[in-house]
């Protein structure tokens, strides 16, 4: 690198980080990271707070240091540091002790919620008929944790549609209200890579106390233990949720799919989360998706029309987090060009998210995709052909198309060939039992999904 420029350094640094870490574990400690400063001898690294400063240094000093080495063809030393304000500069502890506290004392240091996104809580949680009663046991669980009935609860539902913000919400306000002491919030992935770190660091004891020793855990998208090998992840969270729940404490879960059908989990989580209590999240209905635009724009200081609101809450239906995109596009325009958000400006800025909506949503697309992805032709999949792969690309492919487009049973049978919407179901029953256990199919699917966006 000719010039050395530490934000640039750092970002080339960061793209080949990026591959050498977990998506979800990079995105969790990287985000909020910059290169503030770098001389002959030092590169300063700006966190977000001690605790994310301290879980780089633990965890991934090495690995930046071999990238900032290579990148910069000499070794230097590397500084993380903390901004406070604009000025003053807070280096993190950079010769943390090798014998921690005692196990009990580090346990209660660690229930750390400095993980916690600030915005996500109840009070910036829309209520809507989709997850009311996600939002009402949450609730319930601030109010007294521990109770058998909920314990543990499991929040699970589609893509962005606020698993997260109301796990957090549950901890944020557990802490406000002090309904309990010892909080710790977790994503799934970060639970297993401390695990695998501590058996590495032949500290499982230490990582065991640690878990155990909270009065509220909350484990985010906990569809991820059942990816690749994790039986000892597994087995290690087994013991941990016996533990915390023969005790009283409350357990918090969230999932992409309710727990029976995350295949790969043990039967016996599997019917240790049907212990407490199921709340699902559904897509937001209309008047839901209009009342989060409105909030959202809000909290922006942006000024949105009831018609562009309408607009927006029209087209953009399926996720939550779709919806706060487009509030977000419209503010950054807002923001540069200064003028209001008419109508005429709003369609013309969201155009591209919008068609890619629709189109992504189209049934022809589907069937165009599948047929690829299975090798058979279009025509395959609207014939009578009962080749064993064409019906399995067929029932896929109706399969799909009544999951992503708002199509009836009726319309797909028409489509598919003239079949009746009897064989519609049937086809969508099969993909749905397949789907429980066949890892193949899983990917498939993803993999289509993926090519329609
Ligand atoms: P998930 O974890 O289910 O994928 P998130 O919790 O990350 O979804 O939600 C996606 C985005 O949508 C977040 O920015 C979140 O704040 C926002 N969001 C989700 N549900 C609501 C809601 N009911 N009210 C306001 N914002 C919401
Ligand atoms: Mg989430």
């Not at 503010?331 to 189109?359: E, G």
């Not at 487009?405 to 319309?411: E, Y």
Request: proline residues 3%.
């Amino acid at each position: 690198m000719k010039q050395e420029d530490p934000a640039q350094l750092w970002s080339v640094c960061l793209s080949e980080l990026r591959g050498m870490i977990p998506a979800q574990t990079f995105a969790t400690w990287f985000e909020r990271t910059k290169g503030h400063d770098v001389t002959p001898e030092k590169f300063t690294i700006e966190v977000p707070n001690p605790f994310s400063g301290e879980r780089i240094l633990k965890r991934f000093h090495d690995k930046i240091s071999q990238v900032v080495t290579t990148q910069l063809g000499r070794q230097v030393s590397i500084d993380y540091h903390i901004f406070e304000g604009n000025t003053q500069i807070v280096p993190v502890l950079t010769d943390l002790p090798s014998y921690g506290p005692a196990p009990e004392q580090q346990a209660a240091d660690e229930a750390e919620t400095d993980n916690l996104y600030d915005n996500y809580t109840f009070e910036n949680f829309v209520v809507g008929e989709c997850n009311d009663f996600a939002h009402a046991a949450s609730l319930a669980v601030v109010k007294s944790p521990g109770q058998q009935t909920f314990n543990p609860l499991v929040i699970y539902g589609g893509v962005g549609l606020g698993k997260t913000h109301l796990a957090q919400a549950i901890a944020h306000e557990s802490k406000r209200l002090g309904t309990v002491d010892r909080i710790r919030y977790v994503t799934s992935e970060i639970f297993y890579s401390e695990f695998i770190e501590s058996i590495q660091e032949k500290k499982t004891k230490e990582f065991a106390q640690t878990y155990r020793n909270v009065d509220l855990l909350i484990v985010d998208d906990i569809q991820f233990f059942c990816k690749g090998h994790k039986d000892r992840t597994q087995e290690e969270f087994f013991h941990t949720f016996d533990v915390l729940r023969q005790k009283g404490k409350q357990i918090v879960l969230t999932s992409d799919r309710i727990p029976k059908e995350l295949s790969g989990l043990e039967e016996r989580l599997v019917s240790r989360f049907e212990w407490g209590l199921l709340a699902d999240m559904k897509a937001p209905d209309y008047e839901t998706r209009e009342a989060i635009l409105q909030k959202k724009a809000d909290k922006d200081g942006l000024s949105l029309s009831p018609d562009v609101i309408a607009y927006i809450a029209d087209r953009v239906a399926s996720n939550i987090r779709e919806l706060e995109g487009a509030v977000l596009s419209l503010l950054a325009y807002a923001s540069l060009s200064h003028c209001d958000i008419t109508m005429d400006v709003a369609k013309r800025v969201l155009s591209n998210k919008i068609r890619r909506k629709q189109r992504a949503a189209g049934i022809e697309d589907i069937q165009k995709a599948v047929a690829r992805h299975y090798d058979v032709s279009v025509e395959d999949l609207a014939a009578k052909t009962r080749k064993k792969h064409v019906v399995t690309a067929r029932q896929i492919a109706m399969y799909l198309c009544r999951d992503m487009t708002r199509a009836s049973l009726k319309d797909i049978g028409a489509i598919f060939g003239k079949r009746d919407h009897t064989t519609v179901i049937h086809a969508c029953q099969t993909v749905k039992k397949l789907l429980l256990n066949d890892e193949h199919l899983q990917d498939d699917l993803e993999k289509i999904r993926n090519s329609l966006l």
